[in-house]
C-alpha cells in the first residue's frame, strides 16, 4: 500500500537559515508528487509538483524550490528562510486506487524565528 | 481569479445533530469537488468526490451535494458524534489532459466541533 514519509516533523529554524525538507513515497512507481504549505488563516497552497524525475512545476512564485533526485524522493528547500515561510508543509501524491483522490503525508510543521 | 469559499472558520453543533457545511466558489468551472478531513497536526485525509455531472454523493453518514449554477457544494454529516470534531476542506479539481493530475484548489476549512 502507498506510503509517505516526511521528515523532520518539526523543525524551528532562524530567518535567514537554509532549508530542506524531504519527502518519500512508497508502493508506488513513478508517481505525481505535490508540496503544498498550510500557513495559519490560510488556505492549502499548492507550491511544487512533479510528474518525473528532474521534472518540476512551480504554482507560486516565491524563495523556495524542489527537487526530484529519484523517482519516490521530493525535497522542497530554501537558501534563506523568511518569517513567511512558516506553516506545515505536505507532500502529497494521487492515490492509486482512486487518482483524483489526493494522499497526504503526515507533514512537516515548519517555524521561522 | 478564481476563490473558494468555506461559509465559516467554526461550526460547534451539539451531538446527534446534523451538521451542514458549505463550499462556494466564483470564477471557476470544476470537473469535480472533493471534500477532506484535517484532524490537528497531520495531513488531509479524502472523505467524498462529487463529479460536476452529480448532484448528490452519500457515504455512510456522509452526504455532498453539488450544484454548478449556484456553484455550491453541502457537506452533511447526520447524527453527529464528538468523533467528527476535525477542519473540513473542500477543493476543486479541473478537467486535466495528460501530464500533471491534481492541481486541486482548497478551501480555508471548516472547524467542526461536536458537544456532547
Known amino acids: 500500500s502507498q506510503t509517505i514519509h516526511q521528515w523532520p516533523a518539526t523543525l524551528v529554524q532562524p530567518v535567514g537559515s537554509p532549508l530542506s525538507l524531504e519527502c518519500t513515497v512508497e508502493g508506488t512507481s513513478n508517481p505525481n508528487l505535490y508540496w503544498y504549505r498550510q500557513a495559519a488563516g490560510r488556505g492549502l497552497q499548492l507550491l511544487f509538483y512533479s510528474v518525473g524525475i528532474g521534472q518540476i512545476s512551480s504554482e507560486v512564485p516565491q524563495n523556495l524550490s524542489a527537487s526530484r533526485p529519484q523517482d519516490r524522493q521530493f525535497i522542497l528547500s530554501s537558501k534563506k528562510l523568511l518569517l513567511s515561510d512558516s506553516g506545515f508543509y505536505l507532500c502529497a501524491t494521487p492515490r492509486l486506487s482512486s487518482y483524483n483522490e489526493q494522499f497526504f503525508g503526515p507533514g512537516t510543521r515548519l517555524t521561522v524565528l | 481569479s478564481q476563490k473558494i469559499e468555506q461559509n465559516s472558520e467554526a461550526l460547534n453543533i451539539q451531538e446527534g445533530k446534523t451538521a451542514t457545511l458549505t463550499c462556494n466558489y466564483t470564477?471557476?468551472?470544476?470537473?469535480?469537488l472533493q471534500w477532506y478531513r484535517q484532524d490537528p497536526g497531520r495531513g488531509p485525509v479524502f472523505l467524498l468526490l462529487i463529479r460536476e455531472n452529480e448532484k448528490e454523493k452519500r457515504k455512510e453518514r456522509l452526504k455532498v451535494t453539488f450544484d454548478t449554477t449556484l456553484k455550491q457544494s453541502l457537506f452533511h454529516i447526520t447524527a453527529s458524534q464528538p468523533a467528527d470534531s476535525a477542519t473540513y476542506l473542500c477543493a476543486l479539481g479541473r478537467k486535466v489532459y495528460g501530464g500533471s493530475q491534481g492541481n486541486l484548489i482548497f478551501g480555508k476549512g471548516t472547524k467542526l466541533s461536536v458537544k456532547p
Open positions: 470564477n471557476y468551472s470544476p470537473a469535480y
